[in-house]
């Protein structure tokens, strides 16, 4: 079981910048693919962006692309996503996901990932 804990998420202004962690408990992530999903009120949940773990090739909603930016520190076992140029409609609680240990994952689909975190809120005030 891979527990991961996301960290980072607050209240910013809009046009302003977070930076979000993942980090799984007891190892690293260095050899899962690692996803962040997003939920908003009343909707459903969205991906936002995925980085695989072999050639660390990335994969962004057209809703984030140029704003978000998704990183691997290897070097502190951890998944962190940059978050700048934030709107209203970024708010969402953000969660962290890990595919198969040395697996991949094709696209955003939910299903495709194992493990998930609790989530961090983001709130994005106009």
């Known amino acids: 079981q891979v527990q991961l804990v996301e960290s980072g998420g607050g209240l910013v202004q809009a046009g302003g910048s977070l930076r979000l962690s993942c980090a799984a408990a007891g190892r690293s992530l260095s050899t899962y693919p690692v996803g962040w999903f997003r939920q908003a009120p009343g909707k459903d949940r969205e991906f936002v962006v995925a980085?695989?773990?072999?050639?660390?090739?990335?994969n962004y909603a057209d809703s984030v692309k140029g704003r978000f930016t998704i990183s691997r520190d290897n070097a502190k076992s951890t998944v962190n996503l940059q978050m700048n140029s934030l709107k209203p409609e970024d708010t969402a609680v953000y969660y962290c996901a890990a595919g198969p240990f040395l697996g991949t994952v094709i696209d955003g689909t939910p299903s495709q990932y194992k493990y998930w975190g609790q989530g961090t809120q983001v709130t994005v005030s106009s």
């Open positions: 980085i695989q773990w072999k050639n660390a090739n990335t």
